[in-house]
């Protein structure tokens, strides 16, 4: 069955940096988009970055220039690489695929309802 485990959160001083990893099994990791989503006490859960099956990518305005998502095709892993970390930032972080669009609709999107299987989190924890 398909499982997504992400790893590699943690707590950082304000500036500092982490590399999230998002572990994938169970389909053909290549083929489909996926994306990085944070969520904070109380707050929605929003899209930070998504990456195509193209490898195409998309960022929230809050962390263009900071954030980089990229994909590791052969060993089947999504990271996000965060620099420049803010405590805004702080929040659960989560991997997301979306296994059902057609092949002709996977560029990357923030569209949480399109995403059909999610990781357990990671937590990031940012100190001013």
């Known amino acids: 069955q398909v499982q997504l485990v992400e790893s590699g959160g943690g707590s950082v001083y304000t500036g500092g940096s982490l590399r999230l990893s998002c572990a994938a099994s169970?389909?053909?990791?290549?083929?489909?988009?996926m994306g990085w989503f944070r969520q904070a006490p109380g707050k929605e859960r929003e899209g930070v970055a998504a990456?195509?099956?193209?490898?195409?990518?998309s960022y929230a305005d809050s962390v263009k220039g900071r954030f980089t998502i990229s994909k590791d095709n052969a060993n089947k892993i999504l990271y996000l690489q965060m620099n420049s970390l803010k405590p805004e930032d702080a929040a659960m972080y989560y991997c997301a695929a979306d296994l059902n669009s057609p092949w002709w609709a996977r560029g990357p999107t923030f569209a949480r309802d399109l995403y059909d299987y999610w990781g357990q989190g990671t937590q990031v924890t940012v100190s001013s």
């Open positions: 169970g389909y053909t990791f290549s083929r489909y988009r």
């Open positions: 990456i195509g099956s193209d490898d195409s990518t």
